[in-house]
């Protein structure tokens, strides 16, 4: 067996059975054993931040990594971004990199680079494969390394004849590492806090923000009255009608400041202390107050859900509240598209179980706040801040989950970072909804230049936040691509179209024309 | 004056006039300078692998660097793979990258990353600037490391804090360096080699490839019997009727070994040894006999025209060729659309001065052979390797060269990784007609995949080369973005088409839907 069909046997034995892949010339061999070890589902992607993008929404959705396959270090370059974001949500993914040959390798033809280099910044683990013999261990160390708590992307640089050479068995199945639980004598320590204080807060993150661990934070609220936050860039949050709902902490320093004001006690669940996205003239970067102890509960490694039900325990508190009931808004049907009408239109038509990602940037505020009596849905956010992620993720999310509606909420400017997504939903019939926010700018920064102390916008920078001339067709993009694809100008118009695209099953996008 | 105004008039006191840009809060203190700095021609592109080819595209015909301006370490991993190609091509550019605050930095906030690690693969120079007060001073040795012989890319990262202080004065104009020539003796020694081999041979790469170097290897071909080889990854090559035409070693290993065996003495002119693309099973990596001893007349550093002139005129050879007439081929006027078709419209048809991008992939050779009799023009090749480079390259020759037809030879599969290049040509309304090559298939890929030892293809790898489920419709991704845009299926269809669209001004594109 060689190399190639070694690591993808592997692979298989670690039921890693998704590749999303931009091979070249030094995959090839990858590419030709996929007839030899069945199994293995191949996505073709047409840019390389579309694979890495897609293997984050996979993970965060899935719960276990996919691999990806890319060529050398400028298709791992075009990688990265979402990379990046894979990175800060914490999601597994095993990255095989080809590399060329050894014998090639130091003759420096024009695609020569430093592959590892590049990959660090955004690995939690990083290997050139020193022999073909080692294949299989040494895919076995990639994928220990990506399962790694709570999950890091791995990268497996391949040099290409060590995929053609003969390199033995494939390594053999692995016991998925778990999660520890902390120390009780941290949790009997953090009970006495929210017993004796009467302002503590908890942050929550990773995974401390699914079902379960959001029953035990209720229990908590009710019984301690302690406040619960969300982690904004956490990798994926339940929410809607029926489930306890932490506040999630607002973009801007000025109101997370404020949000954040008079809290004594800050409680980390998986979590890092609140910073803000970007720094600002006179601002600090901590949102919490600045004389605030922190104290984490558990981090990011160990196991956050387990520590807020033994915390609960601890706390005697046992009690949730009863489910808020579902609280559809009306459908609106007439009147000026607005990011609100259309939030309130997510809302009125929320599918069941639905996967929403937020790429809205300046739109996300108002669309969020209409969210909040919609049946439940998982909600997917941005990480990482590296723009491009909406579609590749939504993508991901739905190859993890194929019998869910995923809707991606993607503003136009930032869904054209990697809009190629759309051409991988259409080839695999990925039941996504696509939303594109086209307000014809970069209204974020618009915004952000006033905020960092740069004067008002005079007429050349302005022209540089105006993406409206010409204006982009995204009914053009998406069909260019396969995808059908509508216009809507009015909230008539965005509802009726909403609406068919749900009943609909198959990729749909929808550019709604904004007024505001 | 703040830090971004001074970094402004840094560069414009150096004659850099040009910025491409994509960037985010943390620049815009330098978008909103913009308007304060008169001079600094801005150009927006929607995607940050536009920016840094545009950027390599706009030094090949210029000579002189753009600035890039990037949002943090994800907009610059964005850029990574065009800054790639520009590092092969020995490229000046100033590349200018935004950090977050002093302040916020430590704070590890989400899009924080090790932007210098990212940076460093794909530039000769990388630095983080560390007082607003060394703001000149640090763009003064950005400017002299981009204008370093031969040209490279020159990373400066900027803390969003030391634009928005007070930085004090803009550094002055520098001295731009020259190449040096070689030592006399180095040239009397190569001169001895040609007039003592009878199989000697020339590699020119790098400006050794324009017009006065050709001249020259013209005179040392007709007076010594040298043969003249082109590096087929050069950066700009002029070619076409009239001009001395060195031979482009091929691209597989076996017709370039079989192009250069025999030769006994390989001279270097700005060229490194050449060497295959790829590494393949039981083929060598170095194309020249194993034996040929390489002799440097000309590092890439130094000033290979000039050392050719020298050796010219060391060996007594006063006299070129007389020019060669333009031979036009016929215009197909009926037909299949092949690669060799639309190869001979081309040159049928080809303007004055026009600038050629060649991304073609695997139908590059068959319209290379058809260009030779068509009147001159400036080739611009791969170079890195990696691919996406050749709309964003046409898009900054025709920013550098506004008054001459570029001309941009795409494949279907290429042109998907950087597509939001058609918006910007749009946009700024440059003159660049493409055409894209559509296969419906990474076919190079499939030819690789049996040269790489692989077998034929089965079913699921096939699947993995074939972009044509669903067909990409270049037409609607083009008018999408604001270009003008038709089909082509015949060969009729695609002359006029082609004629059309050159007599025009301003961006069009051609989907040219191949018939083989």
């Known amino acids: 067996m060689n190399g190639a069909e070694s690591l993808l046997r592997t692979l298989l034995n670690n ?10 010339t030094s995959e090839m061999q990858f590419v030709s054993a996929l007839d030899r070890a069945p199994g293995m589902r191949s996505v073709l992607c047409l840019f390389e931040g579309v694979v890495s993008g897609a293997a984050d929404g996979y993970a965060r959705m899935s719960g276990k990594p996919a691999a990806t396959l890319l060529h050398l270090g400028p298709g791992l370059a075009n990688g990265l971004a979402n990379f990046h974001n894979a990175h800060k949500a914490r999601s597994p993914v095993v990255s095989i990199v080809g590399q060329h040959s050894t014998q090639h390798l130091p ?38 390394a990506a399962l790694q708590p709570p999950g890091q992307v791995a990268t497996l640089i391949v040099p290409a004849d060590y995929s053609w050479c003969e390199a033995g068995a494939p390594g053999e199945a692995i016991v998925r590492p778990v999660r520890e639980l902390p120390d009780p004598a941290r949790i009997r320590a953090i009970a006495e806090i929210l017993r004796s204080s009467g302002s503590a807060a908890l942050l929550l993150s ?29 990798a994926r949050m339940q929410r809607g009608a029926g489930r306890f709902a932490p506040e999630k902490i607002p973009y801007f320093p000025e109101p997370a400041l404020e949000s954040l004001a008079g809290i004594e006690h800050m409680i980390l669940v998986e979590a890092y202390p609140p910073v803000s996205f970007f720094g600002y003239p006179n601002l600090p970067s901590l949102m919490a107050p600045p004389d605030c102890p922190m104290h984490v509960l558990a981090t990011p490694e160990e196991d956050g859900t387990g520590a807020l039900e033994a915390l609960a325990e601890e706390c005697g508190a046992r009690k949730a509240p009863g489910p808020a009931a579902t609280l559809r808004p009306e459908l609106p049907r007439d009147g000026a598209l607005t990011a609100q009408t259309i ?65 991606a909420l993607e503003a136009d400017g930032s869904g054209m970072y990697t809009l190629q997504a759309l051409w991988t939903m259409a080839r695999e019939n990925l039941d996504v909804v696509t939303v594109i926010f086209a307000n014809r700018s970069y209204r974020i920064l618009n915004i952000e230049l006033r905020r960092t102390g740069a004067a008002e916008a005079g007429p050349r920078a302005a022209e540089m936040m105006d993406i409206g001339h010409p204006n982009l067709d995204w009914v053009a993009l998406a069909r260019g691509q396969g995808v059908e694809a509508t216009r809507a100008t009015t909230a008539g118009e965005f509802a009726a179209q909403y609406g068919a695209a749900l009943r609909d099953r198959g990729p749909r996008l929808i550019e709604a024309v904004l007024a505001d």
Request: aromatic share 4%; hydrophobic share 50%.
């Open 15 to 24: 039921s890693i059975d998704l590749c999303l892949m931009n091979p070249g």
């Open 107 to 144: 003759f420096n033809a024009p695609l020569t680079t430093d592959i590892e280099q590049l990959a660090r910044p955004v690995s939690g683990w990083v290997h050139t494969l020193t022999s073909p013999g080692r294949m299989g261990a040494a895919t076995i160390e990639a994928i220990t």
């Open 206 to 234: 990773g995974r401390a923000l699914l079902d379960r661990a959001l029953v035990a934070a209720a229990k908590l609220a009710a019984a301690t009255g302690v406040r619960v936050f969300a982690d904004r860039y956490a």
């Open 343 to 407: 939030g309130r239109t997510l809302a009125a038509l929320m599918p069941d179980d639905a996967i929403i990602t937020d790429e809205m940037v300046s739109s996300g505020e108002a669309v969020w706040r209409e969210l909040e009596g919609a049946p439940p849905f998982d909600y997917l956010a941005v990480t990482g801040g590296s723009i491009g992620q909406g579609l590749p993720v939504a993508l991901g999310a739905a190859l993890a989950c194929p019998r869910r509606k995923a809707i």
